[in-house]
């Protein structure tokens, strides 16, 4: 009997502990005059605690209370459970119970009567909408409690940030109040700010400083972080968007340190005024921006604790940045670390309100906006300044630039007249040297075209002095047989009547001793020979006089057909048995030109193909191919050759003067320059297409008839 009796002993001693440690302090509420912080009545299960359920948290025996005000749960992704009893003495039947801290993800309450389990409410940033329930878009929820009635309260809390359950219990008309005046400031605060980056915003595309620029994206971004800090961003800006609802507190006040890095950067100077701190605010801000990254990506808790850190040392790092800049000399840091140090006092209020040391009143609740607003001011004042120093800066540039330019007036007045007189020597020395130039440029015109005369003299003399030959080499057989035949004939005429058989047999036998028949024979090819030889040298006579015209200045009607054989006749000994010339003459009028000149731009263009045709290594036979046609009032020629062609580049310049392709002293450059003068002169053009390694075309387009004269026959 006695092992029973004990074991009943001991159930019974377990039943009384376990009732003695779930014993709950309730809270009395009074009314709205009675209004607190009830940190102190919450009991809080242990962390570590496995409780899937309202029902099994109650059943837990591992309770514990609280021992301050605002109860701070550390940085954790767990599931914590709060419960409290509320036993209410107002008139008021229906309290509300507020948690004036809105950075949590999953905020659950529960009224929980005997096995009861009622949801007051379900809300939190990374609830969906869908399974959210309450009455109210805060961290607030309505519990019905009859005057003289306990009701026992049950949280399930869970947040990825600082864990802290500041409750407040009021009744709803108060916290309808609370809530407008929430509103109406925070409706002021965010005025006030956008009217601050409009104001800037417009500054910056007036001036194109990029200070401005940063001071804009800086309070916007710390604009809203404010507003996520006060639960306005989460209850109506982005309540449908959980995943950002729940990254915006970080990513806005991370992405505001950037921005203020940047508006320190470019206001201060730092890359001048302080270059080493410079270095490590830039490698604070990558920090920063890598923090930002991880955060998106998933990893939130790890994201929030590096932030918790970076805001610390930031914050510390600016501060002493500014105080050396200002040593430095710096005054727009003297207006940013009176502005930070404004926000900061702000931050500090807020930290020390969440942590118990400071009550939670309007003062200590939005510490930090209006600590934000303080700041914005305080840089706009910076800003002006900067514009006001700017000012000053570029009237005193104006000045300075005002005094330069009446010096430089007298210093000019003064030499005005030295000027006067050197430009009247530069302008004699000028116009010598520019008729120098003109004598210089018509001796290189005149230079090539001796040099294309030199060379056609060359071939002319080559092809005369074949004829010549001819001739020559006849003179001696054609004088020997003329002398052996006089002489026979002489005999013939000595005859004596009395001895003219005897004479005549010496005769015959003289004739047929000289070959007189054989001589005479000879003679009609010796003549034929010297009058071919003749003809030919008549013939290239006649072609250099077509060539050159010499004696025709004026416009006359000229055949172009005839002037191409012609200068293929004098070029001949440069193409003949080395490139196949293709003639495709058409049916063309006769041209109204100067026809010594036209000859010259067919000797250039020829000139320059048979050197084309020949420069080919790839044993491809040289031809080039001429042909005339009628294209309206025009008439075309047209010198395509098969040779190495012409790159875009010789043939953007291949018209310019002195320039050339070939090695130095076998051109001058002259050549196609003279070509395009003298077709300019006759009112036409030069239509060209070259392929490397295909051949070129030329299209010489010269007009019928000159406009001057169309213009007097009409």
């Known amino acids: 009997m006695f092992p029973a009796r004990f074991f009943l002993l001991l159930a019974t001693v377990a039943l009384c502990l376990k009732a003695k440690a779930t014993e709950v302090v309730p809270v009395n509420y009074a009314g709205p005059e009675a209004s607190q912080v009830i940190g102190r009545y919450l009991y809080l299960l242990e962390e570590g605690v496995s409780v899937a359920s309202p029902g099994e948290a109650m059943d837990e025996v591992r309770w514990t209370r609280s021992d301050k005000d605002v109860p701070n749960l550390g940085i954790s992704d767990n599931i914590r459970w709060v419960r409290f009893d509320l036993h209410n003495t107002s008139p008021s039947p229906r309290l509300v119970v507020q948690v004036p801290y809105p950075e949590l993800d999953e905020f659950a309450a529960y009224h929980i009567n005997g096995r009861e389990v009622v949801v007051l409410a379900n809300i939190g940033q990374a609830v969906i909408p869908e399974h959210r329930s309450g009455a109210h878009r805060e961290m607030a929820f309505d519990v019905d409690i009859p005057k003289g009635s306990t009701a026992t309260i049950l949280l399930r809390l869970r947040s990825t940030k600082q864990l802290q359950i500041p409750l407040v219990i009021t009744t709803p008309s108060e916290f309808g109040q609370s809530r407008s005046f929430r509103n109406l400031f925070i409706g002021g605060y965010f005025g006030i700010m956008m009217v601050m980056a409009l104001y800037n915003l417009f500054v910056f595309f007036s001036i194109r400083d990029k200070s401005y620029l940063y001071y804009v994206l800086y309070i916007l971004c710390l604009c809203f972080a404010q507003l996520t800090l006060q639960g306005v961003g989460q209850a109506y800006f982005w309540s449908d968007f959980p995943w950002f609802s729940s990254k ?133 004042f910076g800003l002006a300044d900067r514009i006001n120093v700017l000012r000053r800066e570029k009237e005193a540039s104006q000045a300075a630039a005002l005094l330069a330019s009446q010096e430089n007036e007298r210093i000019i007045r003064e030499q005005n007249l030295i000027l006067e007189e050197k430009v009247q020597e530069r302008t004699y020395a000028l116009q010598e040297t520019n008729e120098h130039l003109k004598r210089t440029q018509t001796q290189l015109v005149n230079s090539e075209k001796m040099a294309s005369l030199g060379q056609l003299t060359a071939g002319i003399a080559h092809e005369i002095n074949n004829p010549i030959n001819f001739i020559t080499s006849n003179i001696i057989p054609l004088r020997r047989n003329i002398t052996e035949i006089v002489e026979v004939m002489q005999g013939y005429r000595s005859l004596q009547p009395e001895h003219a058989q005897e004479q005549l047999k010496v005769l015959k036998a003289q004739e047929k001793k000289l070959g007189i028949a054989e001589s005479i024979e000879e003679l009609d090819d010796i003549i034929g020979s010297i009058a071919e030889g003749s003809s030919r040298t008549a013939e290239i006579v006649r072609g250099l006089r077509n060539f050159s015209r010499l004696d025709e200045d004026d416009l006359k009607e000229s055949d172009l057909n005839e002037g191409v054989r012609s200068t293929l006749s004098l070029l001949s000994p440069q193409y003949r048995d080395k490139v196949i010339v293709d003639l495709e003459l058409g049916e063309i009028p006769l041209v109204e030109c100067y026809p010594g000149k036209v000859n010259q731009v067919f000797m250039n263009v020829l000139t320059n193909g048979v050197q084309a045709t020949l420069a080919r290594t790839d044993g491809i036979q040289p031809r080039i191919v001429i042909s005339s046609s009628v294209s309206g009032d025009n008439v075309v020629v047209s010198i395509k050759d098969n040779g190495v062609g012409m790159t875009e580049d010789v043939k953007t310049h291949m018209f310019d003067p002195f320039y050339t392709t070939k090695p130095v002293g076998e051109g001058t450059g002259l050549g196609l320059a003279i070509v395009y003068g003298i077709v300019q002169d006759h009112q036409g053009s030069i239509a060209v297409e070259s392929v490397v390694g295909q051949g070129s075309e030329f299209k010489i387009i010269l007009p019928i008839r000159r406009a001057r004269l169309n213009e007097r026959r009409a």
């Open 248 to 380: 915006a507190s970080v990513l806005f006040t991370l992405s505001s340190m950037v921005f203020a890095g940047g508006f320190i950067r470019h206001f201060i100077g730092t890359r001048s005024v302080t270059p080493k701190l410079d270095i490590g605010l830039r490698f604070l801000m990558m920090i920063i921006m890598a923090t930002i990254v991880l955060h998106l990506v998933g990893f939130s808790l790890l994201a929030y604790q590096v932030a918790q850190m970076l805001s610390g040392s930031y914050s510390l790092f600016i501060i002493v940045l500014a105080i050396t800049a200002i040593r430095a000399g710096s005054r727009e840091a003297r207006f940013f670390l009176i502005a930070w140090a404004a926000f900061l006092i702000g931050v500090v209020l807020y930290i020390l309100k969440d942590v118990g040391a400071l009550p939670l009143t309007p003062l200590t609740q939005y510490s930090m906006p209006v600590g934000s607003v303080g700041e914005a001011i305080l840089l706009s």
